[in-house]
């Protein structure tokens, strides 16, 4: 008799397990097109800088709207609770590892100040820079209207999980499409990973959707409530999603994976996989521009009740278009993504994004091991 099964388990995959086949036409890298449209927001690079306080000041929002791409700026952030924030960030990076969380946790405790909020908009927007901002769904009806009356260019709504529907006792919750409505700018929603919480969110008006719960390098919600889906597969699915809503109303919403990310090669199997563009947060934090001077720590890391992250030492790269554009100075891949992206578009025969979108990939779990005992054995030693 074959053995009943509780529920089906499918395989899913992380960017270790596979790998991209070359097609069978190159082109020149510097013939590719790596336009990202949000909305009415066109990034000339697909790279969004994540909403980490560590990561994404008004500063860091100018010098990557400069590079071409965008930084979220964390509307419940450090930045938002106190005036010269500075002096918190020095605390925060000077206690031993063991206090870190608990010094967050009292840190974010300060009340947000929407003053400080409209001056940091305000500041963005005086450079002529794109300016994005990010809450939790929560706060998202207070502080999206004080950020767009600034003149915020995008609203990220983002949380560990968002769903277009949520059961709560309030007696009227966050409704995304009245939201979108509303404010009169393109909204950003996440994150998800699956096929059916993506198309409902679509279907709710948004102009563009994040992928990914738990893979950042600083996050720990996969090890404390055991939530997450391997950034591959959930960016194929999501896009399996983005194909779907296309095919029943003709609007295509772009998803942007979100974390996993370490190397080039990483960031190009995000695109292959489905992404129109991608976020990155540890590696951007490691720029010269990133208030957290070589050390990181996730929205979540300083939740009251159970944190879901931890401050980690990304160490110092460089600047930022260093960073995304080289030259590069290391061989791993950390450095110049965005001319891995192109050179890897180069080997596809893809000239946009989409055309990324068609290469081959196959599983390939010693995709990074094969062959590299030399390699493997002398870093070790």
Request: with cysteine; glycine share 10%; charged share 20%.
């Given at each position: 008799?074959?053995?009943?099964?509780?529920?089906?388990?499918?395989?899913?995959?992380?960017?270790?397990?596979?790998s991209?086949?070359?097609?069978?036409?190159?082109i020149?890298?510097?013939?590719?097109n790596?336009?990202?449209?949000?909305?009415?927001v066109?990034?000339?690079?697909?790279?969004?800088?994540?909403?980490?306080?560590a990561?994404?000041?008004?500063?860091?929002?100018?010098?990557?709207?400069?590079?071409?791409g965008?930084a979220?700026?964390?509307?419940?952030?450090l930045?938002?609770?106190?005036?010269?924030?500075?002096?918190?960030f020095?605390?925060?990076?000077?206690?031993?590892?063991?206090?870190?969380?608990?010094?967050?946790q009292?840190?974010?405790?300060?009340?947000?100040?929407?003053?400080?909020?409209t001056?940091h908009?305000?500041?963005?927007k005086k450079?002529?820079?794109?300016?994005?901002v990010s809450?939790t769904?929560?706060?998202?009806?207070?502080?999206?209207?004080?950020?767009?009356e600034?003149?915020?260019?995008?609203i990220?709504?983002?949380?560990?999980?968002?769903?277009?529907?949520h059961?709560s006792?309030?007696?009227?919750?966050?409704?995304?499409?009245?939201?979108?409505?509303?404010l009169?700018?393109p909204v950003?929603?996440?994150?998800?990973?699956?096929?059916s919480?993506?198309?409902?969110?679509?279907?709710?008006?948004?102009?563009?959707?994040?992928?990914?719960?738990?893979?950042?390098?600083?996050?720990?919600?996969r090890?404390?409530?055991?939530?997450?889906?391997?950034q591959?597969?959930?960016?194929?699915?999501?896009?399996?999603?983005?194909?779907e809503?296309?095919r029943?109303?003709g609007?295509y919403?772009?998803?942007?994976?979100?974390?996993?990310?370490?190397?080039?090669?990483d960031?190009?199997?995000a695109?292959?996989?489905?992404?129109?563009?991608?976020?990155l947060?540890?590696?951007?934090?490691a720029?010269?521009?990133a208030p957290?001077k070589g050390?990181?720590?996730g929205?979540?890391?300083?939740?009251m009740?159970?944190?879901?992250g931890?401050?980690i030492k990304?160490?110092s790269?460089?600047?930022l278009?260093?960073i995304?554009?080289?030259?590069?100075?290391?061989?791993d891949?950390?450095?110049?993504?965005?001319?891995?992206?192109?050179?890897?578009?180069?080997?596809?025969?893809?000239f946009?994004?989409?055309?990324?979108?068609?290469?081959?990939?196959?599983?390939?779990p010693?995709?990074?091991?094969?062959?590299?005992?030399?390699?493997?054995?002398?870093?070790?030693?």
């Amino acid at each position: 008799m074959e053995r009943p099964q509780f529920k089906p388990l499918r395989r899913a995959y992380g960017f270790d397990e596979v790998s991209i086949v070359p097609g069978d036409v190159t082109i020149n890298p510097d013939q590719t097109n790596l336009d990202l449209k949000l909305g009415s927001v066109t990034l000339r690079i697909p790279v969004l800088a994540a909403a980490l306080d560590a990561l994404s000041s008004p500063k860091t929002a100018v010098a990557m709207s400069q590079l071409g791409g965008m930084a979220v700026i964390n509307l419940e952030g450090l930045q938002a609770r106190y005036a010269n924030p500075d002096e918190i960030f020095q605390h925060i990076l000077s206690v031993p590892q063991k206090e870190a969380t608990g010094t967050l946790q009292k840190a974010y405790s300060a009340p947000i100040q929407e003053k400080f909020i409209t001056d940091h908009v305000r500041e963005v927007k005086k450079a002529k820079a794109i300016c994005a901002v990010s809450m939790t769904p929560a706060w998202t009806k207070k502080l999206a209207p004080v950020a767009v009356e600034a003149g915020a260019d995008i609203i990220v709504v983002q949380s560990t999980v968002t769903t277009a529907r949520h059961i709560s006792k309030s007696v009227k919750g966050l409704i995304i499409s009245e939201l979108i409505q509303k404010l009169g700018v393109p909204v950003v929603v996440g994150n998800a990973v699956s096929f059916s919480g993506s198309l409902e969110l679509m279907e709710q008006g948004i102009d563009a959707l994040l992928v990914g719960v738990g893979p950042g390098a600083i996050c720990t919600t996969r090890e404390v409530i055991g939530v997450g889906v391997p950034q591959v597969t959930a960016t194929m699915d999501c896009a399996a999603a983005r194909e779907e809503f296309k095919r029943r109303t003709g609007k295509y919403i772009p998803i942007i994976t979100d974390g996993g990310i370490r190397t080039g090669g990483d960031l190009c199997k995000a695109f292959v996989a489905g992404a129109d563009g991608v976020m990155l947060g540890s590696q951007l934090t490691a720029s010269d521009e990133a208030p957290g001077k070589g050390y990181s720590w996730g929205m979540a890391s300083p939740h009251m009740d159970l944190p879901r992250g931890t401050r980690i030492k990304v160490g110092s790269k460089g600047a930022l278009k260093k960073i995304l554009f080289g030259p590069s100075s290391v061989s791993d891949g950390t450095e110049n993504y965005i001319g891995a992206l192109r050179t890897c578009m180069g080997y596809c025969g893809a000239f946009t994004i989409q055309d990324l979108h068609r290469a081959e990939m196959v599983v390939a779990p010693a995709i990074r091991t094969e062959g590299k005992y030399h390699q493997l054995t002398q870093t070790m030693q």
